[in-house]
């Protein structure tokens, strides 16, 4: 796959803008469906909310796409809603994230309803992803649409056989291509705002197109930005503002 020049990026406009006040702390979640105990990390702003936006692959969100410092600093400039802001740890991901059922079951309705009693009592949640994180959000929310107030998905791993028989040889690779199948032929749909981003230079981008065109024809009122780079952290982070922002604005207005 093609890449792009790190050191030819520049930093985001928003790193220049001070964080607001807030703290981070823990949560263990355990999630009987995949047998296990969850620790969450999360961040909450120092001004009551009762917003929470969580993200798959929480932790690299955190280190290679600065998901905390860009809410904090959204916060300051007025730019979205304060929130809460909850990490959730990958674990198994290659099983986990690629349209496994149980995992679905698990953040519907064990981990999503944990973190609401929490921080949110009776709101849904925007909910975010990339990659297989991506994938994995959305399989929830076709699931569980109760449970979310919009979806930002960045280069989900959509597959299909026409667009990425390159992919046949991943594990679960039959599992995410008959889930595909069958939102790509679903008449409609649970929609909720949703963003898609995809990098000009990925192999996804096929795949995402199609995913957002479907979503679109089901009634997800549905963004789609072709973005700069390729399947990466760096491309990732700088497609948050303004497209994250954008969601967010429109679900917490």
Known sequence: M?????????DPDWWSLPAAAGRWWSLDIPVKNLRTELAARVWSPAEPTDRVLIAHDGAD?????????????????????????????????????????????????EILPRLTDRLSPGRPVAGIGASLGAL????????????????????GSFF????????????????????????????????????MTCGRLEENL?????M????????????????????????????LDPHLTSLLRRIWP
Request: hydrophobic fraction near 40%; glycine fraction near 10%; charge should be positive.
């Open 160 to 195: 299909q056989p026409r667009f990425d028989r390159q992919e046949s040889g991943f594990g679960r690779y039959l599992a995410i291509v008959r889930w595909t199948g069958r939102v790509l032929r679903s008449p409609s749909g649970p929609g909720v705002p949703v963003t």
């Open 212 to 239: 957002a065109e479907a979503l679109r024809a089901q009634g997800y009122p549905l963004t789609f930005a072709q973005i700069e780079g390729g399947h990466d952290w760096p491309a990732w982070r700088d497609a």
């Open 136 to 155: 994995a959000m959305l399989h929830c929310q076709r699931r569980h649409p109760e449970m979310f107030a919009g979806l930002f998905l960045q280069s």
């Open 61 to 109: 969100y955190d280190k290679h796409a600065d998901l905390g410092r860009y809410v904090a600093a959204s916060i300051t400039g007025g730019h979205v809603q304060p929130c809460h802001v909850v990490l959730l740890p990958a674990g198994d991901r290659f099983t986990w994230y690629a349209a496994l059922p149980a995992y679905a079951r698990g953040l519907g309705l």
């Open 2 to 10: 093609e890449r792009v020049d790190v050191s030819l990026r520049r």
């Open 206 to 210: 096929a795949n995402n197109r199609s």
